[in-house]
């Protein structure tokens, strides 16, 4: 199949894309031109809002098959490249600068907007530096989880050799070494096929990475740890790709990695990685995707800390996730999440007073079950109804604030 490019057109002040809009099945590469992006509601600011030559928009919602996460008009006469979403493989192996600055820039992208979700959700600002590792270790140990509490205070040890808390990580290694019966092995570099065992760390935030993971076998839980909390972000399962962001930039991890269950991983490092930009543009396709995904589901949470009702934020949460794996209530009627309660309260950012409250309060809903430790709804269609119920109320309170401050 040949590369086709589209060269489109715009008059100053036309509508490109339109947020909402589902069912987009291209991107555009502006040739000439400026533009402009914008979002119904922005909840963080971001480096830039025009665009001109060289700048690419609407790639999150085609490779992902959701609907525009922003509104793009043009500024002045703008002329396009569209590109097919069918068309992204050729696309890199015709031009590899398209496809890495589009990989770097959502890697960029996806940093910026976590730490933002973190800062809101959590109060807690982001911390991605190695002296974090053993912030890590201790919330390990207070759980008596000492293989992993093991391995991230030797990864302290070996990253902060002159950190103010080295000592105390050599002094808690020696005590809970007789409790570690199976301490985690240490994979050299040149190890591209991993084995880890359940609970296992693959890595912690803030250690130093040189390598991106594709599973082959098994999921893997991406985490944060923060404020003697751990927060579930994403549950990974085969041919899922991550570790990417600090592969790319050269930065500590901004998340940790932990085996779900038993797992199969291959690596790649940064030379590899540049060999598979040239020869397998289909994986390429595929980390972009993932990013895209991120991005995506990122908005959606950032847009979630609106929403000032607890319980309302937790419907939202769900359908979020429903969204995300493109879940049909035509065809489906009931789900099985792969997070329980605790994680959902913990991805809305509910401090712990309120946890209990509000938990028992949605689990009122009858069509909600725990199910082995996870969330099972027995009708999605009454997810998207309590969702936009609240949505509702929040926009009456909203209009009811706007009269008031008007008189």
């Known amino acids: ?41 922005q909840i963080v600011a971001e480096e830039s809002d025009t665009l ?3 700048d690419f928009f609407g790639v999150v919602s085609t490779m992902t098959n959701h609907s525009h996460i922003e509104t793009a008009r043009a500024l002045t006469d703008v002329t396009l490249i569209s590109v097919q979403k069918d068309q992204f493989s050729l696309l890199i192996q015709n031009n590899v600068p398209v496809a890495m600055k589009i990989i770097m820039q959502f890697s960029k992208r996806m940093r910026y907007l976590d730490e933002a979700l973190t800062r809101i959700t959590l109060k807690d600002n982001a911390l991605e530096d190695p002296s974090h590792i053993y912030d890590v270790a201790e919330y390990y140990v207070t759980h008596n989880q000492f293989a992993q509490a093991f391995y991230a205070y030797q990864k302290y040890i070996k990253c902060c050799p002159h950190g103010e808390n080295v000592q105390n990580a050599v ?3 020696k005590k809970i070494a007789p409790y570690v019966k199976a301490p985690q092995k240490d994979f050299l570099p040149g190890e591209t096929i991993r084995l880890y065992a359940k609970d296992s760390i693959v890595f912690c935030e803030g250690e130093p990475g040189q390598e991106l993971f594709i599973i082959q076998k098994g999921s893997v839980k991406i985490i944060k740890i923060t404020g003697n909390k751990e927060i579930l972000l994403a549950v990974l399962k085969a041919g899922d790709i991550f570790g990417e962001m600090a592969l790319l930039e050269s930065k500590p991890r901004a998340a940790g990695a932990v085996a779900y269950e038993n797992c199969q991983l291959m690596t790649v490092n940064k030379a590899n990685f540049q060999q598979m930009i040239q020869t397998q543009p289909q994986l390429i396709a595929r980390l972009t995707t993932l990013l895209a995904e991120r991005i995506w589901q990122i908005y959606k949470q950032l847009a979630n800390t609106q929403i000032s009702d607890p319980v309302g934020r937790m419907y939202d949460m769900l359908q979020i996730h429903l969204d995300k794996k493109k879940i049909d209530s035509a065809a489906t009627s009931n789900f099985l999440f792969d997070f329980g309660l605790k994680e959902l ?23 909600l079950n725990i199910l082995n430790d996870k969330i099972f709804v027995k009708d999605i269609k009454e997810i998207a109804k309590q969702n936009a119920y609240y ?7 909203k209009s009811r604030n706007e009269s ?3 008189l």
């Open 404 to 406: 008031k401050r008007s």
């Open 1 to 41: 199949m040949a590369l086709q490019l589209a060269f489109m057109n715009f008059t100053a002040n036309s509508y490109i894309i339109v947020e909402g809009k589902r069912n987009a099945d291209r991107f555009f590469i502006i040739r000439s031109g400026k533009v402009r992006l914008s979002k119904e509601v």
């Open 345 to 367: 309260i913990n991805m809305v950012g509910l401090p712990e007073k309120e946890a209990s409250i509000y938990g028992r309060k949605i689990m009122e809903n009858k069509i």
């Open 171 to 173: 002094e808690r290694l």
């Open 391 to 397: 949505k509702k109320m929040q926009q009456l309170e």
């Open 52 to 54: 001109g030559p060289g």
